[in-house]
Every structure is written in C-alpha cells, then in structure tokens.
C-alpha cells in the first residue's frame, strides 16, 4: 500500500490517443540540443538538487493523463524519486501536499 496521495484516472479511447501522440513529441524532444542543454545544467525541476544528466527523466508539469501536452514550456527534468512522488499531480498540488 502507497503512503502518499495518488491519483486513478479512467483513461478513455480519446485520452490514449491523446497520450499516444503526446509520448511520440515527447520521444522527439529528448533529441533535440534543448533537451540535451536542459540535462546537462543538472538539477531537478522540482527540488532543486544537482544530478548527472543520466538520473534526470523527462517529466511533464502538467501530466498527459490530465490534458498535458509534450511542449517545451509543460517538459522538465525531474530526478526519479520526484518524478515518481509527482505522479499525476501538477506542481501546484505538489506544493500544496
């Protein structure tokens, strides 16, 4: 059993695709010179603690699951164990736990 909040979301036919299409931006960013720049400065959207750019993960501020897009303004590095406690929260949720 998980001790931090999480959310269940009933993903319909409209919402996959939506997610499919999004992962495959997503899949094309992380090839890009601003992907590659954003993981070389090394630290964690969200606690702001440095890493090496191989323990920094691609995460979406606002999660696909709620209608978030693969855009340079909704994508950040996030270390694994902020990716994960995120889950689908938004920043402002994270803030407000």
């Known amino acids: 059993m998980r001790d931090e909040p999480y959310f269940e979301i009933e993903i319909?036919?409209?919402?996959?695709?939506?997610?499919?299409?999004?992962?495959?931006?997503?899949?094309?960013?992380k090839k890009t010179r601003w992907?590659?720049?954003k993981l070389q400065q090394g630290q964690c959207y969200y606690c702001g603690q440095p890493f090496p750019p191989d323990q920094l993960s691609m995460d979406h501020r606002v999660?696909?699951?709620r209608g978030?897009?693969?855009?340079?303004?909704?994508?950040?590095?996030?270390?694994?164990?902020?990716?994960?406690?995120?889950?689908?929260?938004?920043?402002?949720?994270?803030?407000?736990?």
Not at 12 to 29: N, Q, V, Y
């Open 12 to 29: 319909d036919s409209d919402l996959r695709h939506h997610i499919r299409r999004e992962r495959e931006k997503a899949r094309a960013l």
């Open 35 to 37: 992907w590659q720049q």
């Open 63 to 65: 999660p696909l699951a």
């Open 68 to 97: 978030g897009r693969s855009t340079k303004g909704n994508i950040v590095p996030a270390c694994i164990q902020c990716n994960r406690q995120k889950n689908l929260e938004t920043p402002a949720e994270v803030i407000l736990r």
